[in-house]
Structures are given as C-alpha cells and as structure tokens.
DNA sequence: TATAAAATAATAGTGACTGTCAATTTAAAC
DNA sequence: GTTTAAATTGACAGTCACTATTATTTTATA
C-alpha cells in the first residue's frame, strides 16, 4: 500500500507529477463539493477543473467516493497499534494508538480531515463508503487483536471487541456531525476513555420507576 | 411507514395487484441474483421477468438495493424495545425486543432473511447500504433511549451505547459471514448476552509477558 | 537523438436512475 | 352499465458514473 508513495527523495519528474495531480484533483474536487453539493458535481467538472481528460480522473481515483475517502490512516493506525506495549490492555492501546496518529498529523491535515469527516456525514453514498472502510479497517484489526491474543481470527469475542470499537467510532461520526463545533479528536478520545471505564451499559437504564 | 401495507382485508383489486407485483419483483430479483450474480442481473432483466417494464420496476423500488433490503424489521424492532418494562436495563430491554422480533417471523421469513443477509454480506454495494440502515436504525434506537432516560437526545453516553450495540451488530454480521453454519438469530442473541454480561473489554488483552 | 515505456486523451459503450408524457387500467359516480 | 376521474403503467429521451479500447503524446533511458 504505502509503497504507493514513494519517498520524496528519489522521485523523477514522472512521479512528481503524479502526485501533483492527484492533489489537485482533491483540491479542485473537495471545493467543487464545498460549492456546488456533492452529488451536482460530475466527474467531468472536476477533471476540467483540474485540466485533465475525464478518463484520465479513473486512473487516480477508482470512483467519485474515492476523493474523499481516501485514507492512509488505516495503515498508520495500525502500525501505531501494534507498536503498543503487551501489557496495557486492548482498549489502552488503541486508545494510545489513535492518539498518537493523531499527533502526527499537521494542523492542516487535521482541518482537511474535518472537512472531509464533515462531508462524508452529510453525503449517504459518502458515509455508506466510509462505514464499508471502517468494517473492513475493523477486520483487520480484529485480527490483530486475535494474533496479540494467541486467540484464533474468528474469535467470538474478539469480534466483538472489534464491532463494539467500530460501534464507537461511528458514534463518534454521528455525534460530531450534530456538534460541529466540537473537537474531532477530542471526541474519539473521550469515546474510547469511556469504553476504558467499562462502559456502563449495564447499569445505564435500569431506572427505577 | 407501516401505514404503506394495509390490512389484507379491505384491499381493492389495485392494492392487491401491487403488492402481488412487488412480491414478484423480489422474487424473481433474488432468483436472479442467485443464478446469475448480483452485478451482472440487471434491471431489465429483472423487469422483464416479472413482465413489467423497466420504468415501472422504479415504481415499486427506488433502487436496485432496495430489492434486498427491504426491511420492516426496524419499526417492528423498536416498537418491541419500547414495549419493555422499565426496570430491565438497556441492554436487556434491546436483547429481549430482537429476540420477541426474530420470534414472531415464520419459518420461511427468517429463511429468506438468511438468504438476504448472505447475500448482503458478499455484494459490497448492498453491504454499505445495509451498514447505512443499521446506522438510521441506531439512531433512532438512540432517540429511544434518550426518550427512556430522560437524557437530551444527543447525550454522549447514550449515543456511545447506541454505537456499540450497532457495532455488535455489524461484528455478528461478520462473524455470520464466516461461519455460514450459525444460526443467525442465536448468534445475535449470544452478542447481546455478552454486552449484557458487561464485556469484559477492559480485562481481555491485559496479558502479562 | 532514437527507442521503449508510461501516461494521457478520445471514443464508444453499459447500466442505474430521472423526468416527462401518452396510453391503459381500475375505481367510483351517475 | 356507462361515463368520468384517477391511478398505474409504458415508452422515450436523457444524465452520469464507470469500463474498455485504441490512438496519441510525454517521459525515461540507451
């Protein structure tokens, strides 16, 4: 996957370009959305903004969805997690772990994501794309999680640990894009600080009438 | 929503024609995607085999997922919730509600969602969109709730536990996935026992090296 | 500079989906 | 039972995402 992008160092005009391109796709695309709507943008509108051939766009992004979507954060994450000591527990590692992929980003990536988190929230082609990432993003860290356990890959509860985190990030969404003003990353973190404590849910509910 | 199924008894001719006619449609729809895949059915194909013209397919379904979709089971699943007393916690109120839904469908009925969720599984496009669906679902789950706590409807805590029991859900539907030879509806109950039991999140991973 | 390789553009097509309008069918009024 | 109004349908034309193919241009290398 990341040998996708290659390190800045040894790149010849070729891959520069490419890059470019594809930058400038999700710029010009990314403001097009911002100011004609999602859907009311074409693929042709973008690819002329953008100074390419329409066909051209598919060799960047595989659809329209991609643009936005578009995450190497995945990777990142569970790199991150994997790095984290044995003995904190699953939560506490992966609470460590977004937290620390977090702090990598620059202020202008944490913005770029906000807007696109916003977009993605608002867009239902958008937030089905993004819920399918997040399934699949959550499978591969049940297995993860599963090889961290010495438990086999389709683990019940390991499954269930991976859907209940997935649960919580999609709350997360949800909640965000109701509360725009808040804290994206704030957010996760007070999520999964909750899911640290245990989760109420038990307790939560059982009110005496 | 319901209100688009009438009593069987003072149905016209008219009324009796359409839901005949969307009988067919998913029939002869699922009998097609079974033989020949979902991707490569189309639209036509399936109009034409329920002898009615492609225009008018859109007429019974506004979309091709729909087909699959289909889902009633959302409003039967909460108006279940709300029937529960007050003094179960949320968790065993939602367990006991999907487990009193899963027991009113007939034998055939929770056949042919089988057949449904299989297929939903394996054809991302109806992945995501069946993913969208659990999302409004839990939403409105997660209103419910805030209606039974008396907490704001965007309250946090609310809106996690919403989030993880959609997570448990969509983990069930993975682990199903993988293991074709569960049964579907205890699988969801076996989750929801887990949540119930408190998940022992916060133990599980806390290994000593 | 010539040549091979890669990227791009142009073109034609498929299929889901929308909108419109005329034709048909059914329900209801008389 | 016939007429009338409404609902349902079908035919048609069009949009747009996306695929596949082929010719053309651009870049890298010898």
Redesign the interface.
């Known amino acids: 996957m990341s040998e996708d992008i290659p390190e800045p160092a040894k790149m010849g005009l070729r891959e520069k370009k490419k890059l470019k391109t594809r930058r400038t796709l999700q710029q010009q695309g990314m403001r097009l959305f911002r100011e004609q709507g999602y859907d009311a943008t074409t693929i042709e509108q973008i690819a002329e903004a953008s100074e390419i051939s329409p066909s051209t766009f598919f060799r960047y992004f595989p659809t329209k969805e991609a643009l936005v979507l578009e995450d190497d954060d995945d990777e990142l994450l569970i790199e991150s997690f994997m790095k984290q000591p044995?003995?904190?527990?699953?939560?506490?590692?992966f609470r460590a772990a977004v937290k620390e992929g977090f702090a990598e980003m620059t202020r202008e990536e944490q913005e770029s994501l906000g807007e696109r988190v916003a977009l993605m929230m608002s867009v239902?082609e958008l937030?089905?794309?993004s819920?399918?990432q997040m399934?699949e993003t959550l499978?591969m860290i049940a297995r993860l999680?599963a090889d961290?356990?010495d438990r086999p890959r389709?683990d019940?509860?390991v499954?269930?640990?991976?859907?209940?985190?997935?649960?919580?990030?999609?709350?997360?969404q949800?909640?965000c894009s109701?509360?725009p003003e808040a804290d994206f990353t704030a957010v996760v973190d007070?999520?999964l600080a909750?899911?640290?404590?245990?989760?109420?849910?038990?307790?939560?509910?059982?009110?005496?009438?």
């Not at 044995?86 to 590692?93: E, F, R």
């Not at 499954?159 to 997360?172: D, E, K, L, Q, T």
């Not at 909750?194 to 009438?209: H, I, N």
């Open positions: 044995a003995d904190k527990s699953l939560i506490q590692a239902p937030r089905a794309a819920l399918i399934n499978l999680v961290r356990l389709d019940f509860e499954m269930m640990f991976a859907g209940s985190v997935m649960g919580a990030m999609m709350a997360v949800l909640y109701e509360h007070q999520a909750l899911y640290e404590a245990g989760l109420p849910l038990g307790a939560l509910g059982s009110r005496q009438v």
